[in-house]
């Protein structure tokens, strides 16, 4: 009796110094809690609440009647989705797109860092990091107007290649063919500097002296590359790649919006047009809702894949 009420005591004094510990902790940190607020509220909102709005994909939704009182009709917007062509038509073109996008977009931000790491002369390597980083700030209706002035009918290069207005020599934004390759282009020139910027900011983290050693055991470029630089900054490629695949089914809802019609809705639909173009320009919403909520479902699914396998790799990923 003594001994459990000598444990009941230790226990309530070692509980207050963690209380007070907790609430300094809280007093000590209040700004950085204040500063962080928005952001929570941001996605607790937009971001997590605003989930609760996927309940009408198993209603039939009706925005005049409201989300309580529509009908109940269980898996049927699911079925309606299911034998609709243009949804597996958008699909295959999302992930189509996806894997273009994976493969020949992911390695340029990392080998521009390299590249810019090598360079000797600082002002020359802040001079092209200011220029490849500038695009990101631009609007993706501003990058698709400057391209369609470059490659248009009535674009610069046409300009240069005839002085007839009324013959086109070059024009890819009439052809569906190009659609999936200006995509990728426009990609790299916009959103390339940004993940420059993070692969050059881990290259900086890399020790010297692993250089110098490597260096001395007559290693050349390429072996420096290969065996100190990648296996050095692999945590962030692999933490790249794992946001990469959780982002990779949305390839860009501004991008395609804005040159849909000109390939023709036949080369140019994604899952997110097709969402928009059915819920908001049909008003079949609670089919439109299916398409998103399935859309969540696989990308969570891909993102759980990407990180148990960058834990088999030995790598942190994005969670333990």
Same mark, same amino acid.
């Given at each position: 009796?003594?001994?459990?009420?000598?444990?009941?005591?230790?226990?309530?004094?070692?509980?207050?110094?963690?209380?007070?510990?907790?609430?300094?902790?809280?007093?000590?940190?209040?700004?950085?809690?204040?500063?962080?607020?928005?952001?929570?509220?941001?996605?607790?909102?937009?971001?997590?609440?605003?989930?609760?709005?996927?309940?009408?994909?198993?209603?039939?939704?009706?925005?005049?009647?409201?989300?309580?009182?529509?009908?109940?009709?269980?898996?049927?917007?699911?079925?309606?989705?299911?034998?609709?062509?243009?949804?597996?038509?958008?699909?295959?073109?999302?992930?189509?797109?996806?894997?273009?996008?994976?493969?020949?977009?992911?390695?340029?931000?990392?080998?521009?860092?390299?590249?810019?790491?090598?360079?000797?002369?600082?002002?020359?390597?802040?001079?092209?990091?200011?220029?490849?980083?500038?695009?990101?700030?631009?609007? $993706?209706?501003?990058?698709?107007?400057?391209?369609?002035?470059?490659?248009?009918?009535?674009?610069?290069?046409?300009?240069?290649?005839?002085?007839?207005?009324?013959?086109?020599?070059?024009?890819?934004?009439?052809?569906?063919? !190009?659609?999936?390759?200006?995509?990728?282009?426009?990609?790299? !020139?916009?959103?390339?500097? !940004?993940?420059?910027?993070?692969?050059?900011?881990?290259?900086?983290?890399?020790?010297?002296?692993?250089?110098?050693?490597?260096?001395?055991?007559?290693?050349?470029?390429?072996?420096?590359? $290969?065996?100190?630089?990648?296996?050095?900054?692999?945590?962030?490629?692999?933490?790249?790649?794992?946001?990469?695949?959780?982002?990779?089914?949305?390839?860009?809802?501004?991008?395609?919006?804005?040159?849909?019609?000109?390939?023709?809705?036949?080369?140019?639909?994604?899952?997110?047009?097709?969402?928009?173009?059915?819920?908001?320009?049909?008003?079949?919403?609670?089919?439109?809702?299916?398409?998103?909520?399935?859309?969540?479902?696989?990308?969570?699914?891909?993102?759980?894949?990407?990180?148990?396998?960058?834990?088999?790799?030995?790598?942190?990923?994005?969670?333990?």
């Amino acid at each position: 009796m003594a001994a459990a009420t000598a444990a009941a005591a230790a226990a309530t004094a070692g509980a207050e110094p963690r209380a007070r510990t907790r609430w300094a902790r809280l007093r000590r940190d209040k700004v950085l809690l204040l500063m962080m607020l928005p952001g929570v509220l941001y996605f607790g909102v937009f971001q997590y609440l605003a989930q609760l709005g996927n309940i009408i994909a198993f209603k039939d939704y009706v925005p005049f009647v409201g989300i309580k009182d529509s009908a109940w009709v269980g898996f049927q917007q699911f079925s309606t989705l299911f034998a609709d062509p243009d949804f597996w038509h958008a699909v295959r073109n999302t992930f189509e797109l996806a894997l273009i996008q994976l493969v020949f977009y992911f390695p340029v931000p990392l080998a521009l860092a390299m590249f810019l790491f090598s360079l000797t002369r600082n002002r020359v390597r802040k001079l092209v990091v200011s220029f490849v980083y500038l695009p990101h700030f631009i609007s $993706w209706v501003v990058v698709v107007g400057l391209f369609v002035q470059v490659l248009g009918p009535s674009g610069m290069v046409n300009s240069l290649l005839t002085h007839d207005s009324h013959h086109v020599v070059v024009n890819v934004f009439r052809d569906p063919a !190009w659609f999936k390759p200006m995509m990728l282009i426009e990609l790299i !020139w916009k959103d390339c500097g !940004w993940g420059t910027i993070i692969f050059l900011a881990a290259l900086y983290q890399v020790d010297d002296a692993l250089y110098e050693a490597a260096s001395l055991d007559g290693a050349g470029w390429a072996r420096r590359t $290969w065996h100190v630089t990648l296996p050095s900054i692999r945590p962030v490629i692999v933490l790249l790649l794992i946001l990469r695949v959780g982002d990779i089914l949305s390839v860009g809802f501004d991008q395609v919006m804005q040159q849909r019609d000109t390939f023709t809705p036949a080369a140019a639909e994604v899952i997110d047009t097709y969402v928009y173009n059915h819920g908001v320009g049909n008003g079949q919403f609670s089919v439109a809702a299916v398409a998103g909520l399935l859309k969540g479902l696989v990308a969570m699914v891909l993102v759980i894949g990407a990180n148990k396998i960058a834990h088999k790799l030995g790598e942190q990923g994005v969670y333990q």
